[in-house]
């Protein structure tokens, strides 16, 4: 096989450590991991006159520290415990609030050791006034996450994914408001610093999260309607609060849910347009490094999901390479990202987002290439649009091989009109971050900006619910024969690569 797929020495390694991580998970022994890899690594000691062998033993190596990684974090979470009865503590909100039925949903840091915790305050006039970087004094009742599922959905595992130790639900006259980083709040306690007992790395993410809140706060001076600031919030800056579950349910009836979650399309739209500010070919090695920097504090800026650090990992080996004139959009690159990534997060596999994100970018370079090679390259150089319209058909078929099964097992849909969906958002994620940005310098482009929002929601409002069949509805796969689709899918690829390779 290594002959058939594009070369790629990372790969089998990170193969090995996610299925290491997979096993781990399941049979979390720790003792036994921690033998495993000694034997391995003894054993690729020993082996050393035998390429062959002693490669098989590193690859077991790099599976069970994955294995050992998993058994360790799942140890952690399962002896998570919390004081019986209610309990004062302090703590500061480290995200963007978002309005329920009954209740203000923040997610919280205790100030007193760390942990960070989903919390539920009763809704009233002053818990609608929260924002990030308020610190609280509370009292309540923290409980382990909620074993509960919806369909697939395993609630349990997306709050230890995203770091939350327990959850809270705080009454109206069990909470008040000690201070507030922005100084418009009227703290009721003594306490001047908002954020004392927080690590510098809490401290650094709660500065770039409170300026995103003020960037969304400039979004809302642009008199956008709710659905129009949903939207911009989610393209932008990630923060999806502010999406209704209608506004939600038209972008994934009509395929267009990857625009709302920030991923390698934005952040290579962002690397292209701070790319075209490089004029000068002597200051390229300078200018690449400041663009990483850029796109790592934008990383920060939006929260660090794990879609968006994938692709600042992709991008910066990828300008990193570009320097070297090497192949930069590369499978290896790819396993690069994947094993940085769950080395320190090993949770990540589990993350939906970080299987659709890797599973799309896996499928672009692997099935992009051959469907692109249908058409003669000499056409598509003679006419530059019809090559601009075949290079965004056929990335946007080959990501959707990738992601269908995933999101036929996650969401029970397909989306029949994903090609024209993309034809309309990719073009229109462009100039929507490009206007948000010049928004941010000139405030009367907000309003072209809202003007092209709304045109996107309408156009996807009209294919979801207007053109017929939009979404294959009720399909309900199991694992096994997700897994067993993707074999499928990479077989045919095989086949066609040996076919090629013979012909």
């Known amino acids: 096989m290594k002959n058939w ?3 790629a020495p990372l790969l089998m390694p990170a193969v090995a450590l996610t299925a290491g991580i997979v096993v781990g998970n399941r049979w979390g022994v720790t003792a036994t991991w921690w033998m495993v890899l000694f034997v391995a690594i003894v054993t690729t000691v020993v082996l050393w006159r035998w390429p062959s062998m002693q490669s098989a033993a590193l690859l077991l190596a790099v599976a069970a520290l994955g294995a050992l990684r998993a058994a360790t974090v799942s140890e952690r979470h399962r002896r998570v415990t919390w004081p019986d009865g209610y309990v004062s503590y302090e703590a500061v909100i480290v995200g963007e609030t978002a309005e329920k039925a009954k209740t203000i949903a923040a997610d919280i ?16 006039s002053a818990s609608r006034r929260l924002q990030v970087g308020d610190r609280l004094r509370l009292q309540s009742r923290i409980t382990n996450n909620s074993d509960w599922r919806r369909g697939t959905f395993d609630y349990r595992r997306y709050l230890e994914i995203n770091g939350f130790a327990g959850q809270a639900f705080v009454s109206t006259d069990d909470w008040q408001l000690l201070s507030s980083p922005d100084g418009n709040a009227q703290p009721t306690g003594s306490d001047s610093n908002a954020w004392q007992g927080l690590s510098l790395w809490q401290r650094t993410k709660l500065r770039f999260l409170t300026a995103r809140h003020r960037l969304l706060q400039r979004y809302r001076q642009t008199g956008a309607a709710d659905d129009e600031y949903a939207v911009v919030a989610a393209m932008t800056l990630g923060d999806k609060s502010a999406m209704t579950q209608e506004l939600k349910e038209v972008y994934s009836v009509s395929g267009a849910s990857h625009v709302l979650a920030l991923s390698g399309l934005h952040l290579g739209i962002i690397y292209a ?3 075209i500010l490089v004029v000068s070919r002597r200051l390229r090695g300078v200018a690449q490094g400041l663009i990483v920097i850029a796109i790592w504090a934008f990383a920060l ?4 999901p794990t879609s968006v650090v994938r692709a600042a990992v992709m991008i910066s080996v990828f300008a990193l390479l570009s320097l070297a004139h090497r192949n930069r959009m590369s499978l290896n690159a790819l396993a690069l990202a994947a094993l940085l990534i769950l080395i320190v997060s090993p949770d990540s596999l589990f993350d939906v987002g970080f299987q659709l994100s890797f599973c799309a970018m896996l499928a672009i370079l692997l099935l992009q290439p051959p469907l692109e090679g249908l058409v003669s390259q000499q056409f598509l150089l003679d006419h530059p649009l019809l090559r601009w319209a075949w290079g965004l058909a056929t990335v946007s078929v080959a990501a959707q091989v990738g992601v269908a099964p995933l999101i036929a097992y996650y969401f029970e849909r397909f989306a029949t009109y994903f090609l024209i969906t993309n034809f309309i958002v990719i073009p229109a994620a462009t100039v929507v971050l490009a206007l948000a940005m010049a928004s941010l310098l000139i405030p009367a482009v907000g309003s072209l900006l809202v003007a092209v929002v709304k045109g996107l929601n309408a156009s996807l409002g009209y294919i979801a619910t207007t053109l017929p069949h939009a979404s294959i509805e009720g ?5 096994l024969q997700v897994a067993l689709t993707y074999v499928v899918i ?3 690829y095989l086949i066609i ?6 012909a």
């Open 5 to 7: 797929l594009p070369p």
């Open 490 to 492: 990479l077989s045919v």
């Open 273 to 275: 347009m701070l790319s």
């Open 109 to 124: 840091i205790l100030a007193r050791d760390g942990r960070k915790v989903k919390c539920y305050i009763a809704k009233d």
């Open 301 to 304: 800026l939006v929260g660090l």
């Open 497 to 502: 690569k040996i076919y090629a390779k013979h």
């Open 475 to 479: 399909l309900a796969p199991t694992a």
